[in-house]
């Protein structure tokens, strides 16, 4: 399985992006697709995740109303449209799959990453 992620830039604060996570090698909709993002000296965290299966969408408290994930199973994409954005929100964003219908909000229990692609987003 290899992951994809493309889609950030600069930006300035209330602006928007979308980014997107092309998916190969994905043989099973037994799977759950997240976004995570990592700021300067911080660790990286969970921001939105989709199931392959049914389309359950989750949310960080942080970006809940202002991002939204969705999918296209025919293009084997997940996107992540971002609005509203703030400074507090550069990073880079990676996104990641796990087999299993459950979206994890742990690093540890995805088994394929993305290269991630950088959000700045200026005041």
């Known amino acids: 399985v290899q992951l994809q992620a493309s889609g950030g830039g600069l930006v300035q604060a209330g602006d928007t992006l979308r980014l997107s996570c092309v998916t190969s090698g994905r043989t099973s909709n037994d799977a759950a697709t997240a976004w995570f993002r990592q700021a300067p000296g911080k660790e990286r965290e969970f921001v939105s995740g989709i199931r392959w299966s049914g389309g359950n969408r989750y949310y960080a408290d942080s970006v809940k109303g202002r991002f939204t994930i969705s999918k296209d199973s025919a293009k084997n994409t997940v996107y992540l449209q971002m609005n509203s954005l703030k400074p507090e929100d550069t990073a880079v964003y990676y996104c990641?799959?796990?087999?299993?219908?459950?979206?994890?909000?742990?690093?540890?229990?995805?088994?394929?990453w993305g290269q991630g692609t950088l959000v700045t987003v200026s005041s």
């Open positions: 990641a799959l796990r087999w299993g219908s459950t979206v994890h909000r742990t690093v540890e229990l995805y088994h394929y």
